[in-house]
């Protein structure tokens, strides 16, 4: 399983950025996929999740309402669009492949068997 996160770069507070990750050498539409982020000095933070057809979706509150996540299973590609970013979402972002179609506990690590490499975001302000 190869997961590739791209899409990061530096912005200014209240700007957007798209995420994107490709997934290879799996049967992509079997599972959920997540998005995480680590900043500097912090352990890993879950972001989003999105269920294996994408009919279900789940975001840590402090990204509620700006970070939407979305699911192209013809594509392989799992994305997160991250709008209204504030400095406070400086990190590097990772995606990941869930265990299941959907997990109860959706938000720990522990949940997730495969990981990409992470993008670096970086929001000035």
């Known amino acids: 399983v190869q997961l590739q996160a791209s899409g990061g770069g530096l912005v200014r507070a209240g700007d957007s950025l798209r995420l994107s990750c490709a997934a290879s050498?799996?049967?992509?539409?079997?599972?959920?996929m997540g998005w995480f982020r680590q900043a500097p000095g912090k352990e890993r933070e879950f972001v989003a999740a999105?269920?294996?057809?994408?009919?279900?979706?789940y975001y840590v509150d402090s990204v509620k309402g700006r970070f939407t996540i979305s699911r192209d299973n013809a594509k392989n590609t799992v994305d997160l669009l991250m709008n209204r970013l504030k400095p406070e979402d400086t990190a590097v972002y990772y995606c990941?492949?869930?265990?299941?179609?959907?997990?109860?506990?959706?938000?720990?690590?522990?949940?997730?068997?495969?990981w990409g490499q992470g993008t670096l975001v970086t929001v000035s302000s």
């Open positions: 990941a492949k869930g265990v299941y179609f959907w997990m109860r506990s959706r938000w720990f690590p522990r949940e997730y068997d495969y």
């Open positions: 999105i269920s294996w057809r994408g009919g279900a979706r």
């Open positions: 050498e799996l049967t992509f539409s079997d599972y959920a």
